[in-house]
């Protein structure tokens, strides 16, 4: 199909395939975000995730359920909602519906449908969590996933600065901190509770399943996102720097979506 649109696009301009070709490469081009647009893309996250994750310190220290988890079920379905908690899930939700509805317009990634389901997902768990009153386990939940977050966008951030040293140490750190929190404490500890201490404390219902379900299916998602991990860090130990994005790639739009976005090559750009 793109030979052909080659074809006709030579006959009608009068220019030969290769003027075209090249003059395609070069519309292509102009379409990927600038280094500079991609740096400050993963500060804004970085800084969001350093700041989400304070907070989340910094409010949950002296709560109960941060060091016994038991106590997320404990007394359920009354118990208290701080003003505190309550601000840390607006801005979390607000946070994660910006993602995913940025998601369609900002750089297209390898893992595009990966992170809109994860998305959704969080969503869902923190709408599943705040009506059914099921904030505790969801606050342990989103502090254990910013964690990590801050280093991955950190990462990104440093290589797209050419600080490539210092990308490989954060990126060192990230690898060892993701295994740690998302294979690591995210089973044995939260879902753990939620599956098998939950039930031995407070009365299941339908909506607890659900929630459940969706806790199961980050995990999932987590397992893919390891795989990618682990592939980036070997190929990094073997070049001896990390190459390439981390956890997801970015994609070029198909050949047919860049045709109707722009204009046919003018004639009197040919040489």
Same mark, same amino acid.
């Given at each position: /199909? ?26 292509r ?14 500060? !804004? ?7 989400n ?11 109960? !359920?941060l ?22 899930? /607006? ?5 994660y519906?910006?993602?995913?509805? *940025?998601?369609? !317009? ?19 768990? &923190? $709408?599943? *969590?705040?009506?059914?009153? &099921? ?40 690898t060892?901190?993701?295994i740690?929190t ?7 500890y939260?879902? !753990? ?10 009365? /299941? ?7 459940? $379900? ?29 190459e390439?994005?981390?956890? $997801? ?10 045709? $109707? ?11």
């Amino acid at each position: /199909m793109l030979l052909f649109q080659i074809c006709a696009l030579a006959k009608q301009l009068d220019m030969s395939e290769r003027q075209v070709e090249r003059w395609w490469r070069l519309r292509r081009s102009q379409d990927k975000p600038s280094t500079l647009v991609k740096f400050c893309e993963n500060m !804004w996250r970085c800084t969001f995730y350093l700041y989400n994750f304070s907070y989340g310190i910094f409010i949950l220290w002296d709560k109960e !359920w941060l060091w016994d988890i038991d106590q997320c079920y404990i007394g359920y379905p009354h118990q208290g909602l701080t003003p505190d908690i309550w601000w840390y899930y /607006m801005i979390s939700a607000a946070f994660y519906w910006s993602l995913t509805i *940025s998601q369609f !317009w900002d750089v297209r990634r390898k893992d595009f449908w990966q992170m809109f389901v994860h998305h959704i997902a969080t969503i869902l768990l &923190l $709408s599943f *969590s705040w009506v059914c009153n &099921l904030h505790r386990i969801g606050t342990l939940v989103l502090l254990l996933h910013d964690c990590a977050d801050i280093f991955l966008e950190a990462a990104k951030a440093a290589k797209y600065a050419n600080y490539q040293k210092l990308c490989d140490a954060i990126f060192t750190v990230f690898t060892a901190l993701w295994i740690m929190t998302r294979l690591g404490i995210y089973p044995f500890y939260i879902i !753990w509770s939620t599956s098998i201490r939950a039930p031995m404390l407070l009365p /299941m219902f339908a909506a607890y399943y659900i929630f459940n $379900s969706l806790l199961c299916l980050l995990l999932a998602l987590h397992m893919v996102w390891t795989w990618l991990i682990l592939q980036v860090a070997y190929k990094a130990i073997n070049a001896g720097k990390m190459e390439g994005d981390i956890r $997801s790639s970015s994609s070029e739009f198909s050949d047919s979506s860049h045709q $109707s976005n722009h204009s046919t090559p003018n004639r009197n750009s040919k040489k």
